[in-house]
């Protein structure tokens, strides 16, 4: 999907779209304690 939008809608649009999906994320690591969420993290960025 190609749309024509300036930079703070695009970052808006994405910001939107990361939160929702962490809220699912975040809903299915209950299991996880926070530091080893932290962990995993910041291993994906790598």
Do not use: C, E, Y
């Amino acid at each position: 999907m190609h749309l024509f939008l300036n930079d703070r809608q695009i970052g808006d649009t994405i910001t939107l779209f990361i939160v929702s999906r962490l809220d699912r994320f975040l809903a299915s690591l209950q299991l996880f304690s926070t530091i080893g969420f932290r962990d995993a993290a910041f291993k994906q960025r790598d």
